[in-house]
């Protein structure tokens, strides 16, 4: 599978999220936890337009004034207005489109069974640097799907299941998934933003949009339902 990177993916979530956009707001969101250059958002944006998953509303004014005084006239300013110019036209297009490059089998790093219910297991993994995503973070936005297993992201696998190797064996399926948001990650606070990740209490999740992006790469995409219609008031 060739696989999308990691800064590519970040600007296709900031679109999904911001639905109605300029390419410099998209840069600045991206920028919060990616080093993202305005070219990068351009070339990605352009290839959303060719694919038709995004559309053109209107062109960007420039606001241009010229040195009057000077013999040879050389622009002082030179700005955009700020206006939005594009919108997210075909949501659940992208969204198949994101799950052709990346496949969340592929960012599984392990799965272990462990004796407790689920909320008890929630509550102990909530203590550890993990963003809990795919079902286990939909049930706190919809109880339209029920996962068989509490999954989540973790920025250090191999510590987690060394603790977890020790647990005792039940019937609680939990699975690990690597982070393929960003290259750089020194502990999970550094991805909690408003396009990957955010905080409620000690329980950390992925977005709504990450979520639904997260249940399409899994092969879920159909019980992302409500979170479709809520989010872009789309059905399938």
């Known amino acids: 599978m060739k696989h999308i990177q990691p800064k590519t993916l970040q600007i296709m979530v900031a679109v999904l999220s911001a639905v109605t956009f300029s390419q410099r707001m998209v840069w600045r969101l991206c920028n919060r936890t990616n080093r993202v250059s305005i070219g990068q958002v351009n070339k990605v944006i352009n290839d959303l337009l060719q694919k038709g998953f995004v559309e053109e509303l209107f062109r960007r004014k420039r606001l241009i004034r010229f040195e009057k005084a000077s013999p040879i006239a050389r622009v002082i300013e030179d700005f955009d207005t700020g206006n939005a110019t594009y919108r997210l036209s075909d949501p659940v297009g992208l969204l198949r489109y994101i799950s052709l490059f990346r496949s969340m089998r592929e960012l599984r790093v392990f799965s272990i069974s462990v004796a407790g219910k689920e909320e008890t297991v929630i509550k102990e993994l909530s203590k550890k640097q993990v963003i809990f ?92 339902k409500p979170l479709l219609k809520s989010l872009w008031g789309v059905e399938i």
């Open 133 to 224: 995503c795919l079902g286990t973070a939909q049930e706190r936005f919809t109880p339209y799907f029920r996962p068989d297993e509490v999954s989540f992201y973790s920025s250090d696998p191999d510590g987690l299941y060394d603790y977890l190797r020790s647990a005792k064996r039940g019937n609680t399926k939990i699975t690990c998934y690597r982070i393929d948001y960003t290259r750089n990650i020194d502990d999970i606070g550094s991805v909690l933003d408003q396009l990957f990740a955010q905080k409620e209490g000690r329980f950390r999740s992925t977005t709504e949009v990450q979520t639904v992006v997260d249940m399409f790469c899994d092969g879920k995409g159909a019980y992302t």
